[in-house]
């Protein structure tokens, strides 16, 4: 598959580091509007393809996949012209900042017969394949109950300014506030629990701003939650409170109670986080969890990668799953609907303010299969 970047801002490090794991993924060249940029990232990865414009770009015949990694407020315009130009994308997360946008790019998709996908793809990683295997054979009983965190600390007080990629590009410190926590990170989990436990039905959620004045002297163009937890009902029954916050310290831990017992994971973040359980026995009349959890065994070793960071994650493996998938004309595990399913979820989380707000999903997506060394 013929892949090109669009953007090459902070996280297109992550898909160059991760790239050489997927020799499918043939990278013609890059392009992002900020010349020096584009020109800074391509001369730090020894990259010899440049496009001059988006017009050259999307004029590329040999061209099959774009990667859109522009920052979220461009996604939709972006993918939009790509897949006008009959390119399938690769989107990072959000697919759209509405949901009547990114609807609009999966119907855009279907009519032309191409996919569009999005980030993040944690749930193809060996953590969550390993937790599903374990729900799959039982190993808790019937699951019920999910706590899920996605607490990154008070990343507004720390040293920002001075964060860059390896290729030099500043972390995007205005946007990442403007679009607030629960759009950036809570699709890490949210892509593991449709996957889990089938498609939502509805969402009641609580959000709001604890610090307006994140960047003193500096205005935000946007006010976006930095905090926010809500209950996820699933159709499956299964009910699952998730916390997001830029206010608690860093907690990505997950955790799901059964009728005998709970899986645990640290770190969704991980692709090489373990998996824990918890069995649940009888005392005399008490039901009880051990003290003492069990290592459940990994579904295979994760790869290390080769980057600085708090994630450690295979960012190319979610565009290889939809290079495969198109060349084994079977459907992709990160499904087109599925995207979608999961970037409704978030906005629900996001959108639901501070006097709350129950929300009825209106999307639904095929199970995805797990991963062949998974099953
Ligand atoms: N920053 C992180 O740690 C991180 C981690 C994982 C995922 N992400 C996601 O990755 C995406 C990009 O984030 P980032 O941190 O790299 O942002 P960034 O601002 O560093 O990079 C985005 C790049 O896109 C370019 N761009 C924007 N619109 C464009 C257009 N129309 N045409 C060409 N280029 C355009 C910008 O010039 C910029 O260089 C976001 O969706 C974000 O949520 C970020």
Not at 171 to 196: C, N
Not at 273 to 281: D, E, G
């Amino acid at each position: 598959m013929r892949i090109a970047i669009i953007g090459t801002g902070f996280v297109a490090d992550y898909y160059i580091k991760t790239l050489p794991l997927h020799p499918e993924l043939e990278l013609l060249g890059v392009f992002d509007r900020n010349e020096a940029r584009k020109a800074q990232f391509a001369a730090h990865h020894k990259i010899t393809g440049q496009y001059p414009s988006l017009e050259a770009l999307l004029a590329d015949d040999r061209l099959q996949l774009v990667l859109n990694l522009t920052d979220p407020r461009s996604h939709y315009e972006v993918s939009r012209l790509c897949l006008m130009a009959g390119k399938h994308v690769y989107s990072e997360k959000p697919i759209a900042m509405e949901i009547a946008q990114a609807k609009e790019l999966i119907e855009l998709a279907e009519t032309k017969n191409l996919l569009i996908v999005s980030a993040p793809c944690s749930v193809l990683g060996e953590a969550a394949q390993t937790f599903w295997k374990a729900l799959r054979e039982g190993f808790i009983g019937k699951p019920r109950l999910v706590y899920a965190e996605m607490d990154e600390g008070m990343v507004f007080k720390m040293p920002f300014r001075e964060w860059s990629s390896e290729a030099g590009a500043p972390w995007p410190y205005k946007d990442e506030f403007e679009i607030g926590t629960t759009l950036e990170h809570a699709g890490y989990v949210l892509t593991w629990l449709p996957a889990f436990f089938g498609p939502a039905a509805s969402v009641f959620g609580f959000a709001t701003n604890l610090f307006p004045d994140k960047v003193p002297g500096e205005e935000l163009d946007m006010l976006s939650p930095d905090f926010g937890v809500a209950v996820i009902r699933f159709h499956s029954g299964v009910i699952a409170r998730l916390t997001n916050s830029l206010i608690a310290p860093h907690n990505h831990s997950l955790k799901v109670y059964g009728d005998e017992g709970a899986l645990t994971c640290d770190d969704t973040w991980f692709y090489g986080a373990p998996v824990y359980t918890r069995k649940s026995v009888k005392i005399r009349r008490k039901s009880v969890q051990l003290p003492w959890k069990v290592h459940y065994p990994a579904v295979k070793k994760a790869p290390k990668f080769d980057y600085r960071g708090v994630q450690q994650m295979d960012f190319a493996r979610g565009p290889a799953e939809l290079a495969d998938s198109i060349r084994e004309n079977r459907p992709c595990r990160l499904s087109p609907r599925y995207c979608l399913h999961v970037n409704e979820l978030v906005l629900a989380v996001n959108n639901a303010g501070e006097n709350g707000m129950a929300y009825q999903m209106t999307t639904t997506f095929d199970l995805p299969e797990p991963m062949p060394w998974a099953r």
